[in-house]
Protein backbone atom coordinates (compact mmCIF):
# COMPACT_ATOMS: atom_id res chain seq x y z
CA UNK A 1 0.00 0.00 0.00
CA UNK A 2 1.56 3.41 -0.91
CA UNK A 3 1.94 5.95 1.82
CA UNK A 4 0.58 9.57 1.58
CA UNK A 5 3.20 11.71 0.66
CA UNK A 6 4.35 14.54 3.51
CA UNK A 7 4.57 18.46 2.58
CA UNK A 8 8.07 18.29 4.16
CA UNK A 9 8.79 15.84 1.92
CA UNK A 10 7.62 16.64 -1.19
CA UNK A 11 8.86 18.79 -4.32
CA UNK A 12 6.46 19.54 -7.53
CA UNK A 13 7.72 19.25 -10.98
CA UNK A 14 6.34 21.37 -13.59
CA UNK A 15 7.57 20.23 -17.09
CA UNK A 16 7.41 21.97 -20.05
CA UNK A 17 4.06 23.97 -20.03
CA UNK A 18 4.42 26.58 -22.57
CA UNK A 19 2.12 28.60 -24.32
CA UNK A 20 3.52 28.15 -27.72
CA UNK A 21 2.73 24.41 -27.46
CA UNK A 22 -0.93 25.35 -26.93
CA UNK A 23 -2.21 24.72 -30.03
CA UNK A 24 -0.76 21.02 -29.76
CA UNK A 25 -2.63 20.25 -26.24
CA UNK A 26 -6.37 19.38 -25.82
CA UNK A 27 -8.50 21.55 -23.38
CA UNK A 28 -4.74 23.86 -23.11
CA UNK A 29 -6.96 25.86 -20.69
CA UNK A 30 -7.46 22.97 -18.39
CA UNK A 31 -3.80 21.95 -18.34
CA UNK A 32 -3.16 25.52 -17.18
CA UNK A 33 -5.83 25.21 -14.59
CA UNK A 34 -4.89 21.64 -12.79
CA UNK A 35 -1.40 23.10 -12.78
CA UNK A 36 -1.90 26.36 -11.24
CA UNK A 37 -4.11 24.75 -8.52
CA UNK A 38 -1.32 22.41 -7.91
CA UNK A 39 1.66 25.36 -7.84
CA UNK A 40 -0.80 27.25 -5.45
CA UNK A 41 -0.81 24.39 -3.33
CA UNK A 42 2.76 23.33 -3.23
CA UNK A 43 3.19 27.45 -2.31
CA UNK A 44 0.61 27.33 0.35
CA UNK A 45 2.61 24.26 1.74
CA UNK A 46 5.84 25.31 1.16
CA UNK A 47 6.43 22.47 -1.21
CA UNK A 48 9.58 23.59 -3.44
CA UNK A 49 8.51 23.76 -7.55
CA UNK A 50 11.11 22.94 -10.28
CA UNK A 51 10.35 23.80 -13.53
CA UNK A 52 11.80 23.45 -16.80
CA UNK A 53 11.22 24.84 -20.40
CA UNK A 54 11.68 22.23 -23.69
CA UNK A 55 14.65 24.91 -25.60
CA UNK A 56 12.72 28.24 -24.47
CA UNK A 57 14.78 29.62 -26.91
CA UNK A 58 12.71 28.14 -30.12
CA UNK A 59 9.08 27.56 -27.56
CA UNK A 60 9.00 30.19 -25.34
CA UNK A 61 9.05 29.86 -21.78
CA UNK A 62 6.53 28.67 -19.39
CA UNK A 63 3.18 29.94 -19.27
CA UNK A 64 2.59 33.61 -18.16
CA UNK A 65 -0.29 32.23 -15.75
CA UNK A 66 1.86 30.36 -14.61
CA UNK A 67 4.93 31.94 -14.24
CA UNK A 68 3.12 34.64 -12.30
CA UNK A 69 2.32 31.95 -9.49
CA UNK A 70 6.09 30.84 -8.92
CA UNK A 71 8.00 32.20 -6.25
CA UNK A 72 11.18 34.50 -7.11
CA UNK A 73 13.57 31.94 -6.16
CA UNK A 74 11.65 29.38 -8.53
CA UNK A 75 13.51 29.64 -12.09
CA UNK A 76 12.86 27.70 -15.11
CA UNK A 77 15.45 24.92 -16.13
CA UNK A 78 15.64 25.21 -20.15
CA UNK A 79 16.55 21.91 -21.63
CA UNK A 80 16.70 20.31 -24.95
CA UNK A 81 16.24 16.44 -24.03
CA UNK A 82 12.56 14.67 -23.92
CA UNK A 83 14.07 14.03 -20.63
CA UNK A 84 13.35 15.95 -17.65
CA UNK A 85 16.34 14.95 -15.81
CA UNK A 86 19.19 17.57 -16.75
CA UNK A 87 22.08 17.95 -14.51
CA UNK A 88 20.37 21.03 -12.88
CA UNK A 89 17.31 18.56 -12.14
CA UNK A 90 19.63 15.57 -11.37
CA UNK A 91 21.05 17.35 -8.64
CA UNK A 92 17.52 18.34 -6.82
CA UNK A 93 16.58 14.66 -6.94
CA UNK A 94 20.21 13.64 -5.15
CA UNK A 95 19.36 16.07 -2.78
CA UNK A 96 16.00 15.09 -1.68
CA UNK A 97 15.37 11.48 -1.52
CA UNK A 98 11.32 12.54 -1.28
CA UNK A 99 8.44 11.91 -2.63
CA UNK A 100 7.89 14.04 -6.09
CA UNK A 101 4.26 15.24 -7.61
CA UNK A 102 4.65 15.64 -11.28
CA UNK A 103 2.57 17.89 -13.77
CA UNK A 104 3.91 18.18 -17.50
CA UNK A 105 3.34 18.10 -21.30
CA UNK A 106 4.71 15.37 -23.70
CA UNK A 107 5.20 16.01 -27.13
CA UNK A 108 6.70 13.43 -29.54
CA UNK A 109 6.09 14.55 -33.22
CA UNK A 110 4.23 13.31 -35.13
CA UNK A 111 1.76 12.79 -31.67
CA UNK A 112 -0.13 14.93 -29.43
CA UNK A 113 0.81 16.30 -26.09
CA UNK A 114 0.09 14.85 -23.22
CA UNK A 115 -0.70 16.65 -20.01
CA UNK A 116 -1.21 14.61 -16.96
CA UNK A 117 -0.66 15.40 -13.06
CA UNK A 118 1.18 12.11 -11.25
CA UNK A 119 2.32 11.43 -7.71
CA UNK A 120 5.66 9.58 -7.57
CA UNK A 121 6.77 7.14 -4.92
CA UNK A 122 10.58 8.10 -2.99
CA UNK A 123 12.41 6.93 -6.13
CA UNK A 124 14.60 8.30 -9.17
CA UNK A 125 11.52 7.32 -11.53
CA UNK A 126 10.83 10.68 -13.32
CA UNK A 127 11.85 8.55 -16.66
CA UNK A 128 9.04 5.99 -16.50
CA UNK A 129 6.18 8.87 -15.88
CA UNK A 130 4.95 9.06 -19.54
Known amino acids: MASALQADKCILFVCDIQDKFAHRIENFAS ?17 PVVVT ?8 VTARELTALLKPSCKAIPKTSFSMVTSEVAEVLANHPVGYLLFGCLY ?11 ILPPTNCLRTVF
Do not use: D, K, T
Not at 34 to 45: E, Q
Not at 53 to 60: D, I, L
Open 53 to 60: EQYPERFG
Open 31 to 47: VLHVASIMIRGANALSI
Open 108 to 118: RPPYRVWASPS
